[in-house]
């Protein structure tokens, strides 16, 4: 449904292109659907709830007293942020960098309405390959390419916050 609600917007006489138009920024309409940015915005429009949801839920478990301290000992608000909240929500930011990137790379609608035929991505081009080719051996290559991707993604980051942890 968000998918087809880009289309909307995209579209050569879509919402953007006449608010455009009638601005006077452009003289014709821009060609955004079928694109590599049309694409993009909508995973972006996707994945940034789950993002923000999960840096939300982290910070939130922050102590405001940490906060409090840094601010009262002389530290500025960018300076607090830096030494505080982001170091203590780096968990937060690593879970919701996985998520988001699982989300993209499964991603099989959003590809295939707002990029077009001619656009690749993993998702899609599995399907392709095991429903419209009968590729089968291809298919599945693909899709252990992108589940090893994933899974190497993932393990690799828990490594990483673990060693962190210990420092």
Do not use: K
């Amino acid at each position: 449904m968000r998918a087809a609600g880009w289309i909307v917007v995209f579209g050569h006489q879509g919402f953007l292109n006449a608010a455009l138009i009638r601005l006077g920024i452009v003289a014709e309409p821009l060609e955004i659907m079928y694109t590599t940015t049309a694409v993009i915005v909508g995973i972006t429009a996707f994945n940034l709830p789950f993002m923000v949801l999960t840096l939300q839920s982290v910070i939130e478990g922050i102590p405001p007293a940490l906060e409090e301290a840094a601010l009262g000992m002389g530290a500025g608000p960018l300076r607090m942020f830096s030494r505080v909240t982001l170091p203590l929500s780096l968990p937060g930011i690593a879970a919701g960098t996985i998520l988001c990137f699982i989300l993209a790379m499964n991603a099989y609608a959003t590809p295939v309405l707002l990029g077009g035929p001619r656009f690749q991505m993993m998702a899609p081009l599995v399907y392709g390959q095991i429903s419209q080719q009968s590729n089968w051996p291809l298919g599945s290559a693909l899709a252990f390419i992108l589940m090893a991707a994933t899974l190497l993604l993932t393990v690799a980051s828990n490594l990483i916050l673990r060693q962190r942890a210990r420092r």
